[in-house]
T-cell receptor, first 114, second 111 residues
Framework: SAVISQKPSRDICQRGTSLTIQCQVDSQVTMMFWYRQQPGQSLTLIAT?????????ESGFVIDKFPISRPNLTFSTLTVSNMSPEDSSIYLC???????????FGPGTRLTVT | GQQLNQSPQSMFIQEGEDVSMNCTSS?????WLWYKQDPGEGPVLLIALYKAGELTSNGRLTAQFGITRKDSFLNISASIPSDVGIYFCAGSPAAGNKLTFGGGTRVLVKP
């Protein structure tokens, strides 16, 4: 399985500001995913990021709020823009790593917006 | 979005007990996955199932892919304190498709 790191591991931000989260993988992968996990909840997919194409966003998530970059096969960023307290969550990146669609997750970024 | 129906939502374990949790779906999946998430960490893949009827073990964990392809269960035998955490099921129609997650089962230690 791939080794995935995320930066920052946590941050406290003021409302109205933006935070960019980085996801680095130790091997080349085609598909990367960004999830949000609100306190006490399950994982919700924000978008799928493939290298060389625009990210595909899920219903309820828009590019202006969550712009994503995927400059190469080992790296991606997610920006949380114009933050409000409702954006306080854990943000996770994952990569697809098997024949059956299994995904491997990074350690997450815990974001608190005040 | 769609979520798998995972139960129970929470359970208390006593050391040495066997515990089970399950997931059901209205849709067919071709892959069933079970993850564990510890506090402050990302989910870790425990078991992947690829074939209807498949029974797979990973140490004290055993999971089965339901014959209808619409359900799966996870069993933990002889539980120990480090089994505490949140367990998530997830289903995928195929590689390259997004995962659908269950709501999670929170495993706690009996006081």
């Amino acid at each position: 399985s791939a080794v995935i790191s995320q930066k920052p591991s946590r941050d406290i931000c003021q409302r109205g500001t933006s935070l960019t989260i980085q996801c680095q993988v130790d091997s080349q992968v085609t598909m990367m995913f960004w999830y949000r996990q609100q306190p006490g909840q399950s994982l919700t997919l924000i978008a799928t990021a493939n290298q060389g194409s625009e990210a595909t966003y899920e219903s309820g998530f828009v590019i202006d709020k969550f712009p994503i970059s995927r400059p190469n096969l080992t790296f991606s960023t997610l920006t949380v823009s114009n933050m409000s307290p409702e954006d306080s969550s854990i943000y996770l990146c994952s990569v697809e790593g098997g024949a059956g669609g299994e995904q491997y997750f990074g350690p997450g970024t815990r974001l608190t917006v005040t | 979005g769609q979520q798998l129906n995972q139960s129970p939502q929470s359970m208390f374990i006593q050391e040495g007990e066997d515990v089970s949790m399950n997931c059901t779906s209205s849709s067919i999946f071709n892959t069933w996955l079970w993850y564990k998430q510890d506090p402050g960490e990302g989910p870790v893949l425990l078991i992947a199932l690829y074939k209807a009827g498949e029974l797979t073990s990973n140490g004290r964990l055993t999971a089965q892919f339901g014959i209808t392809r619409k359900d799966s269960f996870l069993n933990i035998s002889a539980s120990i304190p480090s089994d505490v955490g949140i367990y998530f099921c997830a289903g995928s129609p195929a590689a390259g498709n997004k995962l659908t997650f269950g709501g999670g089962t929170r495993v706690l230690v009996k006081p």
